[in-house]
Nanobody, 122 residues
Framework: QVQLVESGGGLVQPGGSLRLSCGAS????????MGWYRQAPGKQRELVAS???????NYAESVTGRFTISRDNAKNLVYLQMNSLKPEDTAVYYC????????????????WGQGTQVTVSS
């Protein structure tokens, strides 16, 4: 079994910073994409940022220039540094491991963390 565990959420004032961390554990051979999604109340889950195992990154337009995603392939960790936070960044943030393969010839599937709350408010 594979588990993803997030940490680092919390309450921060507008303009502040937070750093989210996510670690994948269990039987893991490879992970193609790791990323962060978020879901605000009444809204659909949306991609925030993702990074491939070769380091190629992708960001939502709304966070470009403020958020930075990074990854430690050897430890199956992914981070999201969030700066200049705005109230509209308030959401539950979910870690995603995309196209995870548990063995060399095994099937690929996606895994999700349980989510961590980020609240930006004065």
């Amino acid at each position: 079994q594979v588990q993803l565990v997030e940490s680092g959420g919390g309450l921060v004032q507008p303009g502040g910073s937070l750093r989210l961390s996510c670690g994948a554990s269990g039987r893991i051979f490879s992970i193609n994409n790791m990323g962060w999604y978020r879901q605000a109340p009444g809204k659909q889950r949306e991609l925030v940022a993702s990074v491939t195992n070769s380091g190629r990154t992708n960001y939502a337009e709304s966070v470009t220039g403020r958020f930075t995603i990074s990854r430690d392939n050897a430890k199956n960790l992914v981070y999201l540094q969030m700066n200049s936070l705005k109230p509209e960044d308030t959401a539950v943030y979910y870690c995603n491991a995309g196209q995870l393969r548990s063995s060399r010839w095994g099937e690929v599937r996606d895994y999700w963390g349980q989510g961590t709350q980020v609240t930006v408010s004065s």
